[in-house]
């Protein structure tokens, strides 16, 4: 049984590695209406400064703190400059700049750091709790509780705050928004600002354990999305519910089912989550969209 | 659609055009594949000069060890051209060249990289680091009858039968070779009880199939064994699951730095303290043992085979110093980061020499036989004892390993326990 | 000066005679030029056929396809096991097309009820479960170390080398298949892509199932990527998981829109990108391969939006601009019916409900 909690526990660790990242993309398009690979370029980027900064002799704190307002000023510059004269265009070339933009970014962080994987400290500190036999890490503990709270705030923001609202109104419908008197360009920068902080608070939750390189968000971008879209692509809530359930399926199949093992343990996760969109397309928590001719 | 037409029929010419120019630029067809039988001069080498290429990952998750197998050898053999150029067996002395490329650990771009480089008459295609993009390359080296050697792989398909394709060879022990001197020093123990934790391909196939031929018939036991992929983000589960079987000995073919140092941390916060086994480019004390905690475990070996230019134990080695001094001016500006690619790249630059010396004719032939022929060789950065021997058609040019054990702050010999 | 080139565009016997150059100079180049060079071309036809399949349904049908890689792969593996045991190759070429295809359809028969994203995080999971699948299954696949074959040798007769042999097999074969595509687009399967893509309700209001052309636009593309498979093994002789890779599916669909999307020159545009861009990467500096393709990948986005095929175009649009300003007389009204030429980018039209089908929405 404590072999089975174990796993449970080391899924939802695992789980909020993809659902803090899975955070920024639903931000994103939920402000913007994008999907956007970039996500993890700037999370990327951001880190490394964070890293920079720490490794210059700042606190940990301080250095993060620093790393936020990068992102911040990243994002809401990417948007402005890179993504804007795309984002009324056709979507699969928008998508192909985000790409284009997650390759350069990745390039960039490579020319200043190289390649190699960079140690970064944990915020939360390196203990391990035993809880009657269950072994829990204060980090994954952290993290679990620091993407609670940011699933709160989100859905605050976006429910309860004018900000949110505009967003939200712009991501739907720019030029009802605009003609409303929306600030339209001012809105579309902030949304991508907030998400690049998202990405950077996901990079930095967990660099302690994939450490800082270029490509340390790869893999767990893919497994982001999946949670995003799973979760319903407007939902933050519905995007971290998902990633532990996935990290917590894929863990649970792996131990427990020999054939498929450690290796296509990965494949679970994608078949339930189809299994779940033919279902119900909008996703778990997704709301259904009316299409009027 | 008038326009639309237009478009496509300038577009055409453009497209044509660009074909034309192609064309130019690309080598009309000469010969290739020359063996240099007869004494005739092989592509890429002149009375003065001798051109090699290699084409690792620069970039993407392997570029690490990617830009050390070209530093490494870079370093050598610009100290060499600085320091007034290389003997040949024929009299004459050669600035060596090399020349590098990109291959993102894709089969199909490293031979491209390969035909181009041949196209820009290479002499011999050294050092490369991969085993899908070598073994791609490996059936067109032999055709063409190109040096491919002295790569940087583990696999034992490169060197294990050089009867059958006399133009490769490999430079490092093998994964299987570590893997089994890890059940050897097992096998002393007696009756000890060993969990598995293997990368899913050949790497981690060979470390396996090397340790458990060591242990076959003794009474060393596995009770549980585990993989993973390179792009798990962590290990956790696995840790998790074979802590489950509280084995003495963890063999932990783990290829990737951050892995490797979350199975040591994992492993112990689980309250399991297995002896560990850690292959030798996951090793270093520095980036690996030390931010896991490795002292936590009653003992922690690995294996090594070269010396650590970046580590204080062995600022005093003549040659350390020789390559840290060269490092900084030729190859820091390919790789930022060492990892042990750089310290064996340079060894292979060593070798190179070793093989030039002995070419009596300037033919690609004539290398290969003076390559077979080293015997002995203690090649600069190599630990005492670990020689070069070139002579078996089975092995690969270095094979010996040294069984070592971390002592806190670095390697040292094995303790009895 | 439109007028003259459009008047000679529309002449047949220019027409003719333009083809038959093209003809010419494709056949001609491998005689002349080096085995590099041979490759890169034969290379530029296999991802050729890739594209083209991803255009297919991705471009012309509007269905969001990252997973092409994934039959690219199957593709290829098929290929090399039929090689290493022996099966006459018409065999092998056939099984290519028809496996993958059915692979694709019973993908599609269970995805295209979904939209955009969903769909999209369907196609991602046939490379990531690809990969491990083609790991576990060493008996066909060879494992993680890759099958290496031999096979496409040039005959005596020929008097070729191999690599030119290769290559005239793989262009002959991409030639046929972009005959087929270009069928398919410019004949009444095409216009159905086109209405599903633009607006699907319209598209069931015209008879037009959407599901059903949504699974025959995946299952062509399936096919072609199969195809392109087969090509694959023939040219680089050798596969492994590697080639199943997400990252070769992302490439490709780069490559498209770089191309120009919805456009059989574009694909071929596209498939040059695919293949020279790393070379170039590579050229101007081995290290900051990935900075140097990012770069070039935003840059030509930035210039021309609706994909190289488009640049001609924009150019003709830019000299109007200029002479319209240098001239002051009024713009053309309303813009002649060659300028309303779909570029993606304008292709939809501007009401909301179909803004968000085409943000796609992840419903």
């Known amino acids: 049984m404590e072999y089975f909690i174990q796993l449970v526990i080391e899924g939802l660790a695992t789980g909020s590695i993809y659902g803090a990242l899975a955070l920024a993309i639903v931000l994103v398009n939920r402000a913007t209406g994008l999907i956007n690979f970039a996500q993890g370029g700037m999370a990327v980027v951001s880190t490394f400064v964070a890293y920079a900064l720490f490794n210059a002799g700042a606190p940990l704190a301080l250095a993060i703190l620093g790393a936020i307002v990068f992102a911040f000023v990243l994002g809401a510059f990417l948007e402005r400059v890179i993504v804007r004269p795309f984002e009324r265009g056709d979507p699969d070339t928008a998508v192909v700049v985000t790409i284009g933009m997650f390759v350069l970014l990745g390039g960039i962080a490579a020319f200043f750091f190289g390649y190699e994987p960079r140690q970064f400290p944990s915020f939360f500190g390196l203990e391990t709790l035993n809880l009657g036999g269950v072994f829990v890490s204060l980090r994954s503990l952290g993290t679990i509780v620091v993407l609670a709270v940011v699933v709160v705030l989100l859905q605050l923001l976006f429910r309860g705050t004018k900000l949110g609202l505009a967003m939200r109104a712009v991501a739907d419908n720019p030029e009802s928004a605009a003609l409303s008197g929306l600030p339209v360009s001012r809105l579309l920068m902030i949304g991508w600002g907030l998400a690049s902080v998202l990405g950077v608070i996901a990079g930095v939750l967990v660099a302690p354990q994939l450490f800082v390189s270029p490509g340390m968000l790869d893999f767990v971008l893919v497994y982001a999305l999946a949670a995003a879209i799973l979760g319903g692509l407007d939902s933050p809530l519905g995007a971290v519910v998902a990633a532990w359930f996935i990290g917590v399926i894929e863990n649970l199949a792996g131990a427990y089912i020999d054939v498929i093992g450690n290796d296509l343990k990965i494949a679970v996760p994608f078949i339930v989550m189809i299994v779940i969109l033919i279902v119900r397309p909008q996703g778990l928590f997704g709301r259904k969209v009316v299409v009027r001719v | 659609m008038m326009n639309f037409r237009n478009a496509t029929r300038i577009s055409g010419v453009v497209a044509t055009g660009a074909i034309a120019a192609l064309l130019i630029t690309g080598c009309s067809r000469g010969e290739e594949g020359d063996g240099g039988t007869g004494g005739e001069a092989s592509p890429g080498i002149t009375d003065t000069t001798l051109s090699l290429g290699i084409s690792s990952p620069l970039s993407g998750p392997t570029a690490g060890p990617g830009s050390c197998t070209v530093a490494g050898l870079y370093t050598y053999l610009e100290a060499g051209n600085a320091a007034g150029g290389f003997e040949f067996g024929d009299g004459n002395t050669r600035t060596v060249e090399l020349t590098y490329l990109d291959d993102v650990y894709d089969p199909a771009k490293a031979v491209a990289n390969f035909r181009q480089m041949v196209d820009d008459e290479i002499f011999a295609y050294v050092g490369a680091l991969g085993t899908p993009t070598n073994a791609a390359i490996l059936p067109i080296a032999n055709e063409e009858e190109v040096p491919q050697v002295l790569l940087v792989t583990g696999a034992t398909m490169f060197s294990s039968d050089q009867d059958a394709n006399p133009w490769t060879m490999g430079l490092l022990p093998t994964y299987f070779d570590e893997g089994r001197a890890f059940g050897e020093l097992l096998v002393e123990r007696g009756e000890v009880t060993v969990a598995i934790l293997a990368q899913n391909d050949d790497y981690g196939d060979d470390y396996v199939a090397g340790f458990e031929a060591a242990i076959e018939g003794s009474d060393v036991e596995v009770v549980a064994s585990a993989t993973y992929e390179p792009s798990d983000p962590t290990l956790d589960s696995q840790v998790t699951e074979l802590a489950a079987s509280g084995a003495d000995a963890l063999l932990s073919a783990v290829s990737v730095t951050p892995l490797q140092v979350g199975v040591l941390t994992k492993a112990q916060s689980l309250g399991w303290l297995p002896e560990i086994f850690l292959p030798s480019n996951t090793s270093t004390p520095a980036t690996v043992v030390v931010p896991g905690n490795g002292a936590a475990y009653p003992a922690v070996y690995s294996t090594s085979l070269s010396k650590v230019p970046v580590s204080p134990a062995f600022a005093e080695d003549e040659d350390v110093i020789a390559y840290n001094e060269a490092f900084a001016e030729y190859g820091a500006g390919i790789a930022a980061t060492y990892t042990p690619h750089c310290a064996w790249s340079y060894a292979e630059g060593a070798i190179l020499e070793q093989a030039f010396a002995g070419m009596t004719e300037p033919t690609r032939a004539s290398f290969m036989e003076a390559l077979r022929s080293i015997e002995d060789f203690q090649a600069p950065l190599l630990l005492d004892g670990i020689t070069v021997n070139t002579t078996d058609p089975t092995l690969p040019a270095i094979q010996g390993l040294n069984l070592v054990q971390f002592n806190g702050t670095g390697y040292g010999p094995v303790t009895a326990g | ?363």
């Open chain 3, 1 to 363: 000066m439109n007028n003259t080139l459009a008047k000679l565009a529309a002449n047949t016997w220019v027409r003719i005679g333009f083809a038959v150059v093209v003809a010419v100079v494709l056949v001609v180049l491998p005689l002349v030029s080096s085995k590099y060079v041979n490759y890169q071309l034969s290379l530029i036809a296999v991802f050729g056929v890739a594209i083209l399949g991803l255009n297919i349904v991705m471009g012309y049908a509007g269905q969001v396809s990252l997973g092409q890689s994934a039959f690219l792969g199957l593709g290829a593996y098929i290929a090399a096991y039929g090689v290493v045991e022996g099966w006459p190759i018409p065999l092998i070429f056939v099984l290519c097309a028809v496996v993958p295809a059915i692979v694709g359809l019973l993908v599609a028969l269970a995805a295209a009820r979904l939209r955009g994203l969903a769909l999209a995080m369907v196609t991602i999971a046939l490379p990531i479960i690809g990969i491990p699948l083609a790991k576990r299954l060493r008996e066909f696949t060879g494992g993680s170390q890759g099958t290496t074959v031999s096979w496409l040798r040039a005959p005596e007769w020929s008097g070729l080398d191999h690599d030119q042999w290769r290559y005239y097999v793989v262009v002959a074969i991409a030639v046929l298949m972009f005959l087929l595509a270009r069928n398919i687009v410019t004949g009444r399967i095409g216009r159905a892509f086109r209405v599903v893509k633009e607006n699907e309700s319209v598209a069931i209001a015209m008879g037009v199932s959407p599901y059903k052309y949504k699974v025959l636009a995946f299952t062509i593309a399936s096919l072609f990527g199969g195809v392109a498979g087969f090509l694959y093994l023939g040219i680089v002789q050798y596969t492994s998981p590697e080639t199943l890779s997400f990252h070769t599916s992302i490439n490709m669909v780069a490559a498209m829109v770089i191309g120009g999307s919805a456009s059989i020159l574009g694909t071929i545009i596209g498939a040059i990108y695919f293949v020279f861009v790393p070379n170039l990467a590579n050229q101007v500096n081995p290290q900051l391969t990935a900075l140097v393709s990012g770069a070039v990948l935003l840059a030509v986005l930035f210039l021309v939006p609706g994909g190289i095929v488009s640049l001609p175009r924009r150019i003709t649009q830019a000299i109007r601009a200029v002479r319209r300003r240098a001239g002051g007389s009024p713009p053309e009204t309303p813009q002649s019916p060659s300028d309303r030429v779909p570029a993606p980018a304008t292709t939809r039209p501007k009401s909301t409900e179909k803004k968000n089908e085409g943000k796609r929405q992840g419903q």
